[in-house]
């Protein structure tokens, strides 16, 4: 069970970018917009329709943002971990929420009302600024996904997934590391846009060619620089 007592709300605000710069007086007037919120997993946070008052920032957990399609097929969007947040864009435009938001583990939430952050922005251009650059990250990383999915085969998205951590002319580069996927092997699938059956014949493609080694969750990566030039 997660215990809530003893957090420290402005100062976990103060660790994220979106309010790292703000005065502790900022920072406790903040907290005062914000709700903790335990989650077991499986449980929904949102649903396609539920009013949207508030943005969310994990703090322990993830989540997952999907969508379904008419014949029941689940499309996850995005993959939230500890310290992003999801439904800014939503809060600002004052619509219903477009995806349905559910728990992957066990998850504590912060819920950050709408007014108070509206009142930051008008007190503070510059929270404001901070506000339109976290949302241009986000449509960037989304612009992203749709270039991926259009120009991409699936052997080059699971092997960017995989590569996703790693520098292209990092220290890793000709030596071994190992990925632990976050969730199941079909919610991955699922983020790349391909189906659970495709992804692991990839994998078995690539242990084929010994660039892999997979062991559950765990993928061996035994050359990060082969595998990234690897040509299906």
Do not use: W
């Not at 215990?3 to 406790?28: C, G, K, V």
């Not at 749709?146 to 085969?153: D, K, P, S």
């Not at 951590?165 to 699938?189: E, W, Y």
């Amino acid at each position: 069970m997660l215990d809530t007592r003893p957090f420290d709300i402005p100062r976990f605000l103060a660790r994220l970018p979106l309010f790292s710069d703000l005065a502790p007086q900022e920072l406790e007037r903040l907290a005062g917009g914000c709700q903790l919120r335990r989650f077991q997993r499986g449980d929904m946070v949102l649903h396609i329709g539920d009013p949207c008052d508030a943005f969310h920032v994990v703090v322990v957990g993830q989540v997952k943002l999907f969508v379904l399609s008419p014949a029941g097929q689940e499309k996850v969007i995005e993959l939230i971990g500890p310290g992003a947040s999801f439904a800014e864009a939503l809060m600002f435009l004052g619509r219903p929420c477009m995806v349905n938001a559910q728990t992957l583990a066990d998850s504590l939430l912060l819920t950050v009302q709408r007014r108070a952050v509206i009142e930051e922005v008008k007190r503070d251009d510059r929270f404001a600024m901070r506000m339109l650059a976290g949302l241009s990250r986000r449509l960037h990383g989304l612009v992203h996904d749709v270039q991926a999915y259009a120009l991409q085969n699936g052997v080059q998205r699971v092997i960017g997934y995989l590569l996703r951590d790693q520098a292209p002319d990092g220290p890793g580069q000709g030596q071994a590391v190992t990925v632990s996927l976050p969730v199941s092997k079909a919610t991955v699938a699922s983020r790349l846009s391909l189906t659970p059956e495709y992804f692991s014949r990839v994998l078995r493609e690539l242990e084929d060619a010994e660039l892999i080694e997979v062991d559950k969750r765990d993928i061996r990566i035994r050359d990060v620089k082969l595998l990234a030039a690897y040509q299906a």
